[in-house]
Nanobody, 124 residues
Framework: QVQLVESGGGLVQAGGSLRLSCAAS????????MGWFRQAPGKEREFVGS????????YVENSVKGRFTISRDNAKSTVYLQMNSLKSEDTAVYFC?????????????????WGQGTQVTVSS
């Protein structure tokens, strides 16, 4: 069983930055593909990006490319989502997720464990 706890959300002005953290426990982080998703009000949850087990490869969606960066510190069992140049359309609940089976995955169904989410609100 893997437990994931996100933190770092909050209210920020457009153009500002936030760094989200996802602390994992219950399993060695280096054995997990980690992903970030978000769900805006009235919308479906969407994939933001992912990072491979070693951290050697990352992927982010085009909507956040150049603004968001994913990293991980396996020694600290923590994954990060650095968000810069935030826009009002980035307002959402952000979730981290873990996959035990895949090297790379974008679909929610490919992830086995989920955090409770952290709210990010960007004011314009």
């Amino acid at each position: 069983q893997v437990q994931l706890v996100e933190s770092g959300g909050g209210l920020v002005q457009a153009g500002g930055s936030l760094r989200l953290s996802c602390a994992a426990s219950g399993r060695t982080l280096s054995s997990l593909l980690m992903g970030w998703f978000r769900q805006a009000p009235g919308k479906e949850r969407e994939f933001v990006g992912s990072i491979t087990r070693s951290g050697g490869a990352t992927y982010v969606e085009n909507s956040v490319k150049g603004r968001f960066t994913i990293s991980r510190d396996n020694a600290k069992s923590t994954v990060y989502l650095q968000m810069n140049s935030l826009k009002s359309e980035d307002t959402a609940v952000y979730f981290c997720a873990a996959s035990t089976k895949y090297y790379y995955a974008q679909s929610q169904g490919d992830y086995d464990y989920w955090g409770q989410g952290t709210q990010v609100t960007v004011s314009s």
